[in-house]
């Protein structure tokens, strides 16, 4: 069992950054893929970033790429999404999940997701 804990949101003014967190409990961290995924009210939820189990290699939506970087700690069992040049488009809610195949997007554990607010 993985237990996954987001934190980091918040509201920002367009251009400005912001760092998410997601700290996993348990001693298998390293054994999953990790993503964050968003979504807005109104839209479909949008994978924007992922990283392998190892961290040598990552996915980012068009939408996200070059403004957005994903990493991981596995020793600390922490993956991150430092989140720069902020638009408002990116207001939506953010989650990270864990899958255990490489860029799976069939997510085992699911964060209980943190807001971000972009105001133009």
């Known amino acids: 069992q993985v237990q996954l804990v987001e934190s980091g949101g918040g509201l920002v003014q367009a251009g400005d950054s912001l760092r998410l967190s997601c700290a996993a409990s348990g001693r298998t961290f390293s054994s999953y893929s990790m993503a964050w995924l968003r979504q807005a009210p109104g839209k479909e939820r949008e994978r924007v970033a992922a990283i392998r189990r190892s961290g040598a290699g990552t996915y980012y939506a068009d939408s996200v790429k070059g403004r957005f970087t994903i990493s991981r700690d596995n020793g600390k069992n922490t993956v991150y999404l430092q989140m720069n040049s902020l638009k408002p488009e990116d207001t939506a809610v953010y989650y990270c999940?864990?899958?255990?195949?490489?860029?799976?997007?069939?997510?085992?554990?699911w964060g209980q997701g943190t807001q971000v607010t972009v105001s133009s």
């Open positions: 999940a864990a899958a255990q195949a490489d860029y799976g997007q069939v997510y085992r554990y």
